[in-house]
């Protein structure tokens, strides 16, 4: 009779388990994103994003610890096909994804990060973050921007970013 009881409670665990394990990210992110999508807990993209925000960054990450995960889509800016910018200037907060004086974050890969009229990825104030597998392309300023702190950068693609204004480029 115990056994019966233990067998049952353990099942009763496991299936619990696997739903919590299911559902270990807060936010599924696709589609269009019109204002600036402010990131609290773990999420992951479920779609491509067209990020339609003028002058302030697509995606914000605001806490500390958490995961984006891009789960190999992309994340697209305004910017020009061919270069990144609109004209000769571009807003210069309008940045794909931003981490601002967070510690702990990871930004995964596979995925790209594209067109975005300022940097593709800031990361500033911030220490202890990790950007791994991720692409950036045709950003109007870098593709992956460090501003202060210790990071991980590890395996990133960086192609076509920067201008002839700020030819800052790459990572």
């Given at each position: 009779?115990?056994?019966l009881?233990?067998?049952?409670?353990f099942?009763?665990?496991?299936?619990?388990?696997?739903?919590?394990?299911?559902?270990?990210?807060?936010?599924?992110?696709?589609?269009?994103?019109?204002?600036?999508?402010?990131?609290?807990?773990?999420?992951?993209?479920?779609?491509?994003?067209?990020?339609?925000v003028?002058?302030?960054?697509?995606?914000?990450?605001?806490?500390?610890?958490?995961?984006?995960?891009?789960?190999?889509?992309?994340?697209?800016?305004l910017g020009?096909?061919?270069?990144?910018?609109?004209?000769?200037?571009?807003?210069?907060?309008?940045?794909?994804?931003?981490?601002?004086?967070?510690?702990?974050?990871?930004?995964?890969g596979?995925?790209?990060?594209?067109?975005f009229?300022?940097?593709?990825?800031?990361?500033?104030?911030?220490?202890?973050n990790?950007?791994?597998?991720?692409?950036?392309?045709?950003?109007?300023?870098?593709?992956?921007?460090?501003?202060?702190?210790?990071n991980?950068?590890?395996?990133?693609?960086?192609?076509?970013?920067?201008?002839l204004?700020?030819?800052?480029?790459?990572?």
């Amino acid at each position: 009779m115990i056994r019966l009881k233990m067998g049952s409670w353990f099942a009763a665990f496991l299936g619990t388990l696997f739903v919590c394990a299911g559902s270990a990210y807060a936010a599924d992110i696709s589609g269009t994103v019109t204002t600036t999508l402010t990131i609290m807990d773990n999420s992951k993209l479920v779609g491509d994003v067209t990020c339609t925000v003028s002058g302030a960054p697509c995606l914000d990450i605001v806490a500390s610890n958490l995961t984006l995960d891009l789960n190999g889509f992309s994340v697209t800016g305004l910017g020009d096909a061919q270069t990144g910018c609109a004209g000769s200037n571009s807003p210069g907060a309008e940045h794909g994804i931003r981490i601002l004086n967070q510690t702990g974050g990871t930004i995964r890969g596979p995925g790209v990060v594209q067109r975005f009229r300022a940097h593709g990825i800031l990361i500033n104030g911030s220490t202890g973050n990790t950007i791994t597998g991720v692409t950036t392309s045709t950003n109007c300023e870098a593709g992956i921007l460090v501003a202060g702190g210790s990071n991980v950068l590890e395996n990133n693609i960086s192609i076509a970013n920067g201008n002839l204004t700020l030819p800052c480029g790459g990572i």
